[in-house]
């Protein structure tokens, strides 16, 4: 390996900082493991790898890739061998370093997110980001779009794979950088969307007495000025309260309210 690799590799090491909590939890053995893995490799010789596709599988135990096409390494200029013994490192060192940043903070805000939600919630988990690569040989930037699901999870909960979708983009995206979505489903079956620009972006389903409600909240009124206000009980305030928290997947007033001033409830 070359001098310079190995420092660039070296100075990369810092941001594995970002991955290191979620490795450090306690994670449950899956007999499965092997086959998920086999049924990858599989799929990617059935469907025929068109140019600028890569499948990739992310492992957040051992922080490195547990599976990818090998056609990754025409597109980065990486060897396979290479991205499969440096682990995390050497795929961190692909991107573009403008790109870095928003990564890791987006990669909380996915496992921060995940751990919030219910079961069924989490079935309808999903990422895509856009990114940066920088070739290795020939420096040259290409955008990319993945699309991202939850592939092994295990009796504890935590995503032990990832499954990424990557194609190369063939047009220079919108965006100027790193860029990011991801959504989930409740239970009523109101799809949440949460992106860079716009977090926890939704379709609020209130109905009229609760988004009476809701803006009162907005404008700062407590239970008790809402329930004189709208001159109902203070207990069919904290109903409707219980209801809005519900309906938009919030934890607390404090987040509620961030969703509700972002998605414009009027």
Known sequence: MKESLIQDLQRQDKYAVYFKEWQAREFVPNPNEDKLLANLELTAQNIGLKEGLVIACFDYRALKLAFYTDNVEEISGFSASFLKNEGMEAGLGMVHPED??????????????????????????????????????????KWFFARVRPYLVDKNGNIVFDLHLIVELTTVPQ??????????????????????TEPMKMNVNLTKKEKQVARLLMDGLTSEAIADRLHISVNTVYTHRKNILKKVGAKNTPEMLKILFANGVK
């Open 175 to 196: 965006t100027s950088s790193y860029d990011w979505s991801l959504s989930y489903t409740l239970e009523d079956g109101t799809k949440i969307l949460s992106t860079r």
């Open 100 to 141: 870095l940043p928003e990564l890791f903070r987006f990669q909380k805000i996915v496992f921060d997110t995940w751990h919030s939600l219910t079961p069924k919630q989490k079935e309808t988990f999903e990422w895509t980001y856009t990114v940066r690569w920088i070739h290795k040989e020939t420096k040259e930037v």
